[in-house]
């Protein structure tokens, strides 16, 4: 530990989520509202409180801390921009920070004040040229399987493999890592399982449908993928689901990874070979649209910047485990990206459109409109059809509206060219103005989601060229100090040249750029993604991290070759699965098998260098749908549409309110991908066992271990149901209850009760009461949440 940097002993035990969330929700407003006045860069530091370092942030000023984590009502600073002393009130002789931004500070301090600066603060060096960060040069091939990668750095560490786990360990694992659900029969069968065999099952299982709705799942976490809008005004997103699944069906057929990237950020800019493809092309952009934005913000470039803000921090954390976000506001502080390298991909998403709902009125900035898709056969339509006669009126209403609006301008430019004080007419005039906001945003959402006719027109979320231009260079990223344009373009430290022609925004340059294969990120990074969800851990631990923040690879060789490899092969993910998971490596026992477990925990406490199996808590989907499987419930079609299209553009406040939407968001006996992703409001199976937060690229979630899910599982609505129903499944399927014993074990963990276990049943049946289902289903759960029902191996 005492050789790795400063700066990752620093922020090694804190969560990605919480740094992510400091950097695109905290550090922006320090920077705009608060360094002028307290930074080292600014040279002053009134009070005594610098608030560009987190010592400085913590240990505070003249007053005392203004930041003590966990502490909101302790911190100082939250109290200043609360504006509850005007003695400290931050900004002086300003208004207010908006409530949303003061409830991010608040958050931010009760989780832990994450922070990732630096104990003294300095302006960025110059940007190193490429070759002088490990994660910045282009990968190197080198000869050898993925085995022989490991075993070298084992063996220079005086450690061994551990043997082969047996069949029904393996078998579990690899049915849970690749399609998320778990095998059938008894598989205690001590003979070994040949490689021919446990070759075909790998091939078995990636040619499966069920493939990509387990690693569609993956790619939705890295993508944000929710459907209704966060923050303060929490609108359905009734049209999301289109995006999930092109992704399940892109995994599911193979799509190349670069191609897969460059559809879902160029897409609408793809010749398209029909109709369907135009339409698949289209939905693919969704995942620029995705993102959370603040609806309620009246300033229409602030609206545009911020939007494209958060598509450069997902798009460049996704694909590049690196936030070039960070740049908005001043030279990135570890990273070698500057302001420039920002606005000039800010240039290229203000030259974007982005369609994400049909709400309220575009002059407010927060309507953005859907896409139309072709019309093909069998298409779902989500949305509702009107009679024509109610088209004809919404038409009348939507002119009559204007008409309204205009004779009001027309009204108040007279009274000012007459010089009449308007003043006292001022709360009728806004009334009047709102009035016709909020009702033409209604009439023109539900004209735009039908035909001539009335006909329910099909739509997705996405984006298309807008206004091409580039984007200034805003001092400290505010709209009122921009400085000269800068083209548009990409981060120069990797030396790849991509010119963006004038004509057009630069997505799909941008989508070339970063597949292009002297990128030394983009393969890594999506290989350190599937090592992750195979092994528990990334090579680079911190898996949406690159950066020099971040941690360093493991294994450098291998994850080079690996990557090199992967885009030799197609950028194939199925080949590249199939590869790992064909290894030695992959197919190892847990430490437990060894003679003297003990030494090796001592030698690798973290089991970095893999000398065996990592034990792994199943993802909340996966628990979910493996209690519907063995249960008999499981309904493996996919889900037309989605249970959001029930709120038709509601705010998630009102779903209490909607009969229509079970309480537990749930409701369905189909996979668990399929369920709403509805932000801050999570189905409650997901939320106790760390389902990501949509909110952010995720590629790592964190896995808890809190009373709280065992309480569930012991007394949840749908647990319960579970139980019960496998109850009636065994009470069929088996004559007796030894025989209901043995079926159950069989079903749950894929191998029969031992003798001990075989003794606690019979007790357990022994002083249970009631009825013999009720007696079972109560058997049944305790199954279900046992440990051993909850880990992949």
């Excluded at 500057?338 to 991909?345: N, V």
């Excluded at 033409?440 to 329910?456: N, S």
């Excluded at 003297?596 to 989907?621: G, I, M, Q, T, W």
């Excluded at 003794?759 to 009825?771: E, N, V």
């Amino acid at each position: 530990m005492k050789h790795l940097p400063l700066l990752f002993l620093l922020v090694a035990s804190v969560k990605g989520d919480d740094l992510a969330f400091f950097e695109s929700r905290i550090r922006p407003i320090l920077s705009k509202h608060c360094h002028e006045c307290h930074s080292a860069e600014a040279g002053k530091s009134k009070g005594g409180l610098s608030l560009d370092t987190r010592e400085g942030i913590r240990s505070g000023g003249d007053s005392g801390p203004a930041v003590v984590p966990g502490a909101p009502s302790r911190s100082l600073l939250l109290k200043a921009i609360r504006h509850e002393d005007a003695d400290l009130s931050m900004p002086p002789k300003a208004p207010k920070l908006p409530e949303a931004v003061i409830a991010d500070f608040t958050r931010w301090i009760r989780e832990g004040a994450a922070d990732p600066r630096d104990a003294a603060s300095s302006p960025l060096e110059p940007a190193t040229p490429t070759g002088a960060f490990w994660a910045h040069q282009k990968p190197r091939d080198a000869t050898g399987t993925v085995d022989d990668f490991i075993r070298a750095r084992l063996e220079e560490n005086g450690l061994s493999p551990a043997p082969r786990a047996e069949p029904r360990v393996l078998l579990r694992r690899l049915h849970f890592d690749l399609i998320g659900l778990p095998p059938e029969g008894d598989l205690s069968d001590p003979a070994e399982l040949s490689d021919a065999a446990y070759e075909a099952r790998v091939d078995e299982l990636l040619a499966s449908p069920r493939f990509g709705e387990r690693w569609g799942r993956h790619w939705l976490d890295v993508a944000r993928y929710a459907e209704s809008n966060g923050r303060e005004s929490n609108l359905a997103f009734p049209h999301a689901w289109r995006y999930r699944d092109y992704v399940i069906d892109a995994f599911n057929a193979d799509l190349p990874f670069n191609r897969f990237l460059t559809e879902q950020i160029a897409g609408d800019l793809l010749p398209a070979r029909d109709e369907a493809e135009r339409a698949r092309l289209l939905i693919a952009t969704g995942f620029l649209a995705l993102g959370p934005k603040g609806l309620n913000e009246q300033n229409k470039a602030q609206f545009a910047a911020d939007v494209a803000d958060e598509q450069i921090d997902t798009v460049t954390r996704a694909v590049l485990a690196s936030s070039i976000a960070c740049a908005r506001c001043h030279d990135h502080k570890s990273d070698p990206f500057t302001q420039r390298d920002y606005y000039a991909l800010a240039g290229i998403f203000k030259s974007t459109r982005t369609f994400y709902g049909n709400w309220i009125d575009s002059e407010n900035n927060n309507h953005g409109h859907l896409l139309r898709l072709p019309d093909l056969p069998g298409q779902t339509v989500v949305g509702k059809s009107l009679p024509e006669a109610r088209v004809r009126q919404l038409k009348s209403d939507l002119a009559k509206l204007n008409a309204e609006e205009k004779a009001q301008e027309e009204y108040i430019q007279k009274a000012r060219a007459e010089g009449r004080d308007l003043s006292p007419e001022y709360h009728k005039l806004l009334g009047n103005s709102l009035r016709i906001l909020w009702t033409r945003g209604g009439v023109e959402g539900a004209l735009e989601a039908v035909d001539e006719h009335g006909r329910a027109l099909p739509l997705c979320m996405g984006v298309q060229d807008g206004e091409i231009h580039d984007s200034p260079l805003l001092e400290r990223g505010e709209l009122t100090r921009p400085g000269p344009a800068v083209p548009r373009g990409f981060p120069g430290v990797f030396g790849i040249e991509m010119p963006v022609p004038g004509d057009r925004s630069g997505r799909l340059e941008l989508a070339q750029w970063l597949t292009h294969p002297d990128h030394p990120l983009t393969a890594r990074v999506i290989v350190n993604r599937v090592w992750r969800q195979l092994f528990g851990a990334g090579l680079v631990r911190t898996v949406d991290n690159f950066g020099a923040s971040g941690e360093r690879p493991s294994h450098p060789a291998l994850l080079d070759a690996l990557a090199v490899r992967f885009m030799a092969g197609g950028w194939s993910i199925k080949k590249l699965i199939r590869e790992i998971v064909l290894s030695e490596t992959y197919r190892q026992a847990g430490g437990g098998r060894r003679p003297s477990p003990a030494a090796y925990a001592n030698a690798d406490p973290d089991n970095r260098l893999l000398a065996h199996a990592n034990r792994r808590r199943l993802d909340a989907e996966v628990i979910r749908d493996a209690m519907l499987a063995v249960s008999g419930q499981l309904d493996t079609s996919r889900r037309p549409g989605s249970m959001v299209a029930e709120l038709d553009g509601q705010s998630v406040s009102l779903l209490g309110f909607n009969t229509k939407m079970p309480s537990d968001l749930d409701g369905s006996q189909r996979r668990s991908v399929y369920l709403p992703v509805i932000r801050d409001h999570l189905p409650d199976v997901l939320e106790q066992f760390d389902v990501a937060n949509p909110n952010l690229v995720s590629g790592d979630r964190m896995v808890t271990n809190v009373p709280l899910q065992a309480l569930y599982l012991l007394n949840g609505p749908f647990v319960q149901a579970a139980a019960e129903a496998m109850a009636d499944r065994i009470r069929h399927e088996a004559p007796d209850r030894a025989s209901r014993v043995h079926r159950a074990f069989v079903l749950c963990f894929n191998r029969t009760a031992d003798s001990r276990e075989q003794q606690l049943a019979d007790a357990f049946f022994a002083s249970a009461g009631g009825s013999e289902t009720q007696s079972l289903a109560a058997f049944f759960q305790s199954l279900m949440a046992s440990a051993e029902f909850r880990l992949a191996d």
